[in-house]
Structure formats: C-alpha cells, structure tokens
C-alpha cells in the first residue's frame, strides 16, 4: 500500500448540499433561509458580536491591559534593619520571623532586602537575599544561608 493509494472508507464522505438549486435537489424555494427578514436577503445578517443594539459583550467588559505572568514568585519581605530585634549569635529562619510577626505566614518564600543596619551578629536563613543586605549581615560578623525554593504547587 502506498500514501497514494489511501481513500476514506465507504460513506465517510458526502456529498456538499447544493442549496438553491431547483425543487428537485430538496433545498430549492427558500434555500434554507427561511421566509422574509434581514438573514433572507442577500447580503444580510448582522456582523459577528451584535446584539441586536444592545451593547455588546465586548463593550460592557472592562479593557484588558498588560498581561498577568503566572509564574512569578511573590516573596514576604524583610529588611535587615528589621533584623536587630533578635539576639546575638540566633539562628533567624522563616519560622524565627512569622514568630516575631515581622511576616505573615511561611507558605510566602523570604527574601531579605538591605534597608536600615544591622548591629547584632546572626545566622539569617532565607530562600533570597539583596547583595546589599547579604553585605551588610556579613559585615556584622553573621551569616547569610540561602534555603532551597519551593514551589507553590508544592506547599500544603
């Protein structure tokens, strides 16, 4: 068997209605069109999302701008001046910092940012840093740790 040779199976195909074509073909008269009004004549109908003068859907919704990117990553921020509420030498973690209620909930990944100083020595765990707060920690004499990103799908 060659491509050629392939043909749709017996019946598949039927025959195009030729509408308007005499009594005889079943579709003479009135070619399907009904009897009388706008869609009957000859270049009639309504162009596409009329409503009859009612105003449209397309007019009573809102105009979409911009675009929504659905993968972005929403973090709870921190700033380091934040940070000096803790004690010397603590070990700060996303858990350490919903405690203190300096973030709402640890299902956000934590990124801590450089405004503000900070004057202890810590540990700070967080899945993001600034480079100038990762500066600023580490000139305090602490450290920063970057923890792996979870994905929200992920999260319970």
């Given at each position: 068997m060659r491509q050629n040779d392939l043909r749709p199976p017996k019946g598949a195909r039927h025959k195009p209605k030729r509408i308007g074509r005499g009594y005889g073909s079943g579709h003479g008269g009135y070619a399907t069109r009904g009897l009388k009004g706008q869609k009957a004549r000859a270049g009639g109908g309504v162009r596409p999302g009329f409503e009859g003068g009612q105003n449209p859907l397309s007019r009573r919704l809102p105009r979409k701008r911009g675009f929504t990117n659905i993968f972005r990553v929403?973090?709870?921020?921190?700033?380091?001046?934040?940070?000096?509420?803790?004690?010397?030498?603590?070990?700060?973690?996303?858990?350490?910092?919903?405690?203190?209620?300096?973030?709402?909930?640890?299902?956000?990944?934590?990124?801590?940012?450089?405004?503000?100083?900070?004057?202890?020595?810590?540990?700070?765990?967080?899945?993001?840093?600034?480079?100038?707060?990762?500066?600023?920690?580490?000139?305090?004499?602490?450290?920063?740790?970057?923890?792996?990103?979870?994905?929200?799908?992920?999260?319970?």
């Open positions: 929403e973090y709870a921020l921190v700033n380091v001046g934040q940070l000096s509420r803790f004690e010397a030498g603590s070990e700060v973690t996303p858990q350490a910092l919903q405690a203190a209620g300096m973030i709402k909930s640890v299902r956000k990944p934590v990124k801590i940012l450089g405004d503000g100083t900070l004057t202890v020595s810590l540990t700070v765990k967080a899945n993001k840093f600034s480079a100038a707060a990762k500066a600023k920690i580490e000139q305090s004499g602490g450290r920063a740790e970057e923890l792996a990103l979870v994905s929200a799908t992920s999260v319970e």
